[in-house]
């Protein structure tokens, strides 16, 4: 008799750390599982559980799945994946993305089964050398008042690097809203603005210890402002207490070289695929 399928929220993710090999596995995962992040699911045959799902709704919705090595080519991957795409709809779901780390075939493979067609690569690179010598550099923490200037251009650099790379040519500049506009103001103890003559000319956003943007203002690019406050952010987040400073670059993205330059190294990459609805 076929072992029942359940798939169900985990209230202590955590303790399947044990059962994960980081090799393989997503940082933003990894991290879910530590903070006990209420998005992850168990999946179970019977009485075994035999992988995790990481979930994220709403109209972008995120699907990653884990399957434990023992269970793997024994068709779970592809049950989960079905289930919970059946989950997250609702009328708002414009598309699902997925990511797997660019040498797993098995993965790759189980996306594309599943629909899934991939639009970008990413590599995930780290910092763990020392702290640069200081500079003193224009940077300061973001004010609500900033919203206008940061975003604008935060959006269109993001616009020119997503063209650059060839892999997004439908790409607009992100619209301003008030929804962005409250986040910005909600997360702003974890933005900083470079300021250079009275004007803004770039803006970032950390979360823990990873660099989650860094942006120059077009007409400002190629003065060494980038590489400035890049080390001014890695100071500040060593000074911190992080050991390890990470960020994820879109493989094609020219500021991949400003980071090899800094110090940091890749450790995997991954391929993001996403199926539309």
Not at 23 to 41: I, K
Not at 110 to 138: D, H, N, W
Not at 173 to 191: N, Q
């Amino acid at each position: 008799m076929e072992k029942q399928f359940k798939i169900c929220r985990v209230m202590e993710p955590s303790v399947y750390l044990p059962y994960i090999d980081a090799r393989e596995t997503d940082s933003d995962f990894l991290s879910a599982l530590e903070g006990n992040d209420e998005e992850v699911y168990a999946l179970s045959a019977g009485e075994e559980t035999v992988g995790l799902a990481c979930v994220c709704g709403g109209g972008w919705a995120f699907l990653y799945l884990y399957i434990f090595s023992q269970y793997r080519n024994m068709g779970y991957g592809r049950r989960a994946a079905l289930s919970l795409e059946q989950r997250l709809c609702m009328p708002s779901l414009n598309r699902i993305t997925t990511c797997y780390h660019t040498n797993n075939h098995i993965a790759a493979g189980l996306a594309k089964s599943c629909g899934y067609t991939k639009e970008f690569s990413s590599a995930y690179m780290i910092y763990t050398g020392p702290r640069f010598e200081e500079e003193a550099v224009p940077v300061r923490q973001y004010q609500a008042a900033d919203y206008q200037a940061a975003q604008a251009l935060e959006a269109e650099a993001f616009h020119v690097m997503r063209l650059g790379t060839g892999c997004f040519p439908d790409s607009v500049p992100t619209a301003p809203s008030e929804k962005m506009r409250r986040e910005w103001d909600e997360t702003s103890g974890e933005r900083f603005v470079y300021v250079s003559e009275g004007e803004i000319v770039a803006c970032a956003h950390v979360e823990g210890a990873e660099l989650d943007s860094i942006s120059v203002k077009l007409t400002h690019q190629g003065k060494g402002i980038g590489k400035r406050f890049l080390k001014h952010i890695v100071n500040r987040l060593l000074d911190a207490g992080h050991k390890e400073i990470s960020l994820y670059c879109v493989v094609g993205n020219n500021a991949r070289y400003l980071y090899e330059q800094v110090g940091f190294q890749e450790v995997f990459c991954n391929d993001y695929a996403v199926k539309k609805f």
